[in-house]
């Protein structure tokens, strides 16, 4: 590694030190006695203190020299550490890129597909390291065009240039309400009764602004404008807010396995189903987008096999049930049926 003059004089200073002697210091060096006397004297002059004591027998550090020596050592370490993390980093680096892919997962987008990708990975890809991320769409789309993600797994639709996309399946938006409010037990729930709730949506114009444009589009269609009150961008906090009474949530059926038992999610009619995608930069690698297309074509027929096998269950016709007006005990629900 090379040094700037003022590290390099603190090298040949510190050798001086640990030798007590200018010849055995020099010959440690790889450096000539001369070059390296002329170089201490600089140092001490630039220093403006001693470091040393020397006649023609013995070589001593100053008081001032062993105190500024004791810190040059710490300069010295800390650099000698640092250049090593920064190789060991680049290594690191350069391993992920060749045999490494990370994908960023929607917390909206079904558990199940990610196991289904580390399936494919060892079956297909065992020598590849494969990391899913769960991270925002907007966090996921960044990350991809940066290249800290190969391919992101997220809701679409996505409507940008820079990305090319897979198609996984379609999946069926729900209302998640509490278990209160449903009048007529499981079923169905018209769009249009949601025309006058507080919703709250897994997007917004921010962080998926197609998904969100799309979303309002898909209500504008039956006749309304939707009186959104909450734009969350992860599961975080979803059902929190419906249990407080701020609102009906939209959802992903499958991004509902984990609600609460006082709440209740139905699917909701007159609405399309929304887009499960996997996307990756337009242009990356040959290797990159290999191994991306393998997934997506492997989580696709998994998807039509699930489907097939479902389909007795999925064909079979829920009743429509409707929300009651009947108000919770709680003044956030009184305050956004009021507005």
């Given at each position: 590694m090379s040094l700037t003059p003022p590290l390099q004089k603190l090298v040949?200073?510190?050798?001086?030190a640990r030798e007590l002697h200018f010849g055995r210091?020099?010959?440690?060096?790889?450096?000539?006695?001369?070059?390296?006397?002329?170089?201490i004297l600089e140092y001490e002059s630039e220093l403006r203190f001693a470091l040393f004591r020397r006649n023609r027998r013995v070589v001593e550090v100053t008081g001032a020299g062993r105190a500024f020596l004791k810190h040059g050592r710490d300069i010295l370490a800390d650099i000698d550490s640092a250049y090593g993390r920064a190789v060991e980093e680049g290594r690191l680096t350069s391993r992920q890129n060749a045999s490494s892919l990370v994908i960023g997962c929607s917390a909206f987008v079904a558990p199940r597909l990610r196991c289904q990708a580390r399936s494919i990975q060892r079956l297909r890809f065992p020598a590849l390291h494969l990391e899913l991320r769960v991270a925002s769409s907007s966090e996921t789309f960044e990350s991809i065009g940066s290249g800290?993600?190969?391919?992101?797994?997220?809701?679409?639709?996505?409507?940008?240039?820079?990305?090319?996309q897979f198609l996984i399946r379609f999946e069926r938006l729900h209302a998640v309400f509490p278990r209160a409010q449903c009048a007529n037990g499981s079923g169905e729930i018209a769009l249009t009764d949601l025309r006058t709730r507080p919703l709250i949506v897994p997007c917004s114009e921010r962080t998926h602004p197609a998904l969100h444009r799309w979303l309002v589009e898909q209500c504008a269609k039956v006749g309304f404008k939707p009186n959104i009150v909450e734009e969350v961008p992860s599961s975080d906090g979803v059902f929190d807010l419906v249990q407080d009474g701020v609102g009906i949530a939209i959802l992903p059926g499958e991004a509902c396995d984990?609600?609460?038992?006082?709440?209740?999610?139905?699917?909701?009619?007159?609405?399309?189903?929304?887009?499960v995608v996997l996307a990756y930069r337009q242009g990356a690698p040959i290797q990159v987008q290999k191994v991306v297309t393998e997934i997506a074509n492997s989580l696709r027929h998994f998807e039509q096999k699930r489907k097939i096998s479902s389909r007795a269950v999925r064909s079979a016709k829920r009743p429509v049930v409707?929300?009651?007006?009947?108000?919770?005990?709680?003044?956030?629900?009184r305050a956004s049926n009021t507005a």
């Open positions: 040949f200073a510190l050798a001086v210091a020099a010959r440690r060096l790889n450096i000539s006695q001369p070059y390296l006397s002329r170089t800290v993600f190969h391919a992101g797994l997220t809701l679409g639709p996505l409507d940008r240039d820079d990305l090319a984990a609600m609460p038992p006082d709440l209740q999610c139905s699917p909701i009619s007159n609405l399309e189903p929304v887009q409707s929300i009651t007006s009947k108000r919770p005990r709680t003044n956030s629900w």
